[in-house]
């Protein structure tokens, strides 16, 4: 198999990058910290995607760049090349210094935890190219509309048809920037492809990642003498906590009904949900922190000096989130999952097995930036 050779730090360049503060750092212990962490988070992004736009010639910008309140802002979904056109930067045709400076771009913008979640659902996609057939997989792209984790996919690309060729691998991962990159104005970060969808938005020292898909296919695989599970922790730490309530508690957290897929993908924006299921409220105190260690995977893929203050809304928002379970309670089972409160919904939804999942993470409340956005 190939190396990912513009997502895959080395790790004498992640310890340089971590020394310079572009990994992990500590959640700030006031408000002033917090926005100075932020502002400085922002103008390093703002610097590392500049640095990307100043590789490119002037017909590379314009495939890069986007209006910002144009309709690619909402352009993203789950499906491969073939059944979903991507727009920007196809990683494929970049050079190896475009690369090296996507990667850059994406160290910044990501924790470390997320830019290894990231390489992790990529480099699974590669294990799909080396198996591919040309066909559609097996059953054909799930259904688009509610609970179909999708947007329609063009005629003809359906299961036993002479529709467009599926075509996977880590070459087939889109750049776009929506807006200019900028430590003021609003702009957005996307990069995807067939299971992954980031969308960084960004206004001033104000970022949300909402709402942006991270899945996978297959969900765990073999690479350099180790298994890697992109979405592992997520599936583990879930079945830990539903394993952890009492039967009571259980009763409550599970539906009466089967949920098979996502009910807020892809083009399903401004649709909303009934909470259901056991509220925080009712958990003990550890519960409650299993609970905020699992909503963790999905908020601590961005740079964590927006994902430190986003934890702390979500932790102020807990006695009103709802944890929803679907399925067996037995780790190594297919089962649904959903978390969701004033200002989140998370969904975990295996496919037909445990092998295919699909993720969504969203903010109801600002999805797009939408609070911070209409300010600037």
């Known amino acids: 198999m190939r190396p990912l050779p513009y ?129 559609p997989p097996a059953g054909g792209p799930p259904a688009a509309g509610p609970g179909g984790g999708g947007q329609a996919p063009p005629p003809g690309a359906g299961p036993g048809t002479r529709g467009p060729r599926v075509i996977f691998g880590e070459d087939e991962y889109y750049l776009a920037f929506v807006g200019a990159p900028s430590t003021t104005a609003p702009w957005m970060l996307q990069f995807g492809g067939h299971h992954l969808a980031i969308n960084l938005t960004m206004a001033g020292s104000d970022a949300t990642m909402a709402p942006s898909l991270p899945a996978a296919q297959p969900a765990s695989y073999s690479f350099e003498g180790r298994t890697v599970r992109p979405l592992g922790d997520e599936n583990d730490k879930a079945f830990t906590l539903i394993n952890a309530l009492d039967d009571k508690q259980r009763a409550q957290a599970i539906l009466p009904y089967r949920v098979a897929d996502l009910a807020l993908g892809p083009g399903q924006d401004g649709r909303t949900i009934q909470p259901e299921g056991l509220r925080a409220s009712a958990l003990t105190a550890a519960q409650q922190t299993m609970l905020l260690d699992l909503v963790r995977e999905w908020v601590g893929i961005m740079n964590d000096a927006f994902a430190g203050p986003r934890m702390a809304e979500i932790k102020e928002k807990l006695p009103d989130t709802y944890f929803a379970w679907s399925g067996p309670t037995t780790n190594g089972s297919a089962a649904y999952f959903r978390i969701q409160g004033p200002t989140l919904v998370i969904e975990y939804a295996p496919q037909r097995g445990v092998d295919h999942i699909h993720t969504i993470y969203r903010d109801p409340t600002n999805d797009y930036g939408a609070k911070f956005t209409r300010a600037k």
């Open 7 to 135: 997502l895959t730090l080395g790790l004498s360049f992640l310890l340089c990058l971590n020394a310079i503060g572009a990994g992990r750092q500590n959640t700030p212990s006031s408000p002033a910290s917090a926005s100075n962490g932020q502002a400085a988070a922002t103008a390093r992004i703002v610097s590392a995607a500049e640095a990307v736009l100043a590789t490119l010639d002037a017909a590379g910008r314009t495939k890069a760049q986007f209006p910002f309140d144009g309709p690619q802002k909402t352009r993203w979904s789950n499906f491969p090349t073939g059944i979903f056109h991507r727009e920007g930067l196809r990683m494929g045709d970049l050079s190896q210094a475009q690369r090296k400076a996507v990667t850059t771009l994406l160290s910044v913008a990501l924790s470390q935890e997320g830019l290894t979640k990231v390489n992790d659902i990529v480099r699974g996609d590669e294990v799909l190219r080396t198996a591919d057939t040309g066909r």
